[in-house]
């Protein structure tokens, strides 16, 4: 199975700032990336698929990039809205599998 | 527009089985791969399996293989997930998605249900 490496875990910011997630996988997925979004208490979102195509009314302050193994998911100014948890997960090949989360949090 | 809505939450024992519906509407339901996601509390995102609903085939996350049994019934658009001999580690909110239409993008999520919370205790 691919495992996913997301990082960090956790991470406080303050509205405005710039932040990014990495997800790094065990072998190469070939963009095979995507990027969801969970508040608390809600189902996931989709935000980005294919590494870097953003899902249909997802603010342009997110951006994604990647190739290969690593892949990145940036909020370029932070809005109180973004708050949530970001998972990343490979749909390269089945099992699909996650990265653990990354919790946003007000600092 | 795609909604996908799940049955109730269960409250099971220890050893029983559960039973999750996720009813599609919104789309051509046999056109897409259906997944169950699972999510224990405070814990991140595990996939179990998806079914073909066309097919009806099936594919399962190795742990849950010979304890959890994808089907579907295209007639009513609805897709169901049996998980057996629970314990209280399968505490979870349970969630039915939608993949994508091909292999290529077949695990590529894109509506997600409301999510079932299901709880072992004895």
């Known amino acids: 199975d691919i495992q996913m490496t997301q990082s960090p875990s956790s991470l406080s910011a303050s509205v405005g700032d710039r932040v990014t997630i990495t997800c790094r996988a065990s072998?190469?997925?070939?963009?095979?990336l995507a990027w969801y979004q969970q508040k608390r208490g809600q189902a996931p979102k989709l935000l980005v698929s294919a590494a870097s195509r953003l899902e249909r009314g997802v603010p342009s302050r997110f951006s994604a990039r990647g190739s290969g193994t690593d892949y990145t998911l940036t909020i370029s100014s932070l809005q109180p809205e973004d708050f949530a948890t970001y998972h990343c997960?490979?749909?390269?090949?089945?099992?699909?599998?996650f990265g653990q989360g990354t919790k946003v949090e007000m600092k | 527009q795609v909604h996908l809505v799940q049955s109730g939450a269960e409250v099971k024992e220890p050893g029983a089985s559960v039973k999750v519906s996720c009813k599609a509407s919104?789309?051509?339901?046999?056109?897409?791969?259906l997944h169950w996601v699972r999510q224990a509390p405070g814990q991140g995102l595990e996939w179990v399996g998806w079914?073909?609903?066309?097919?009806?085939?099936?594919y399962y996350a190795r742990k849950f293989q010979g304890r959890v049994t994808m089907t579907r019934d295209t007639s009513i658009t609805t897709a169901y997930m049996d998980l057996s001999r629970l314990t209280s580690d399968d505490t979870a909110v349970y969630y039915c998605t939608r993949g994508g239409g091909s292999i290529t993008s077949a695990g590529l999520l894109d509506y997600w249900g409301q999510g079932t919370l299901v709880t072992v205790s004895s």
């Open positions: 079914i073909i609903p066309n097919t009806g085939a099936t």
């Open positions: 997960q490979q749909y390269y090949g089945p099992p699909q599998t």
């Open positions: 919104g789309y051509t339901f046999v056109n897409y791969y």
């Open positions: 072998q190469g997925i070939s963009n095979s």
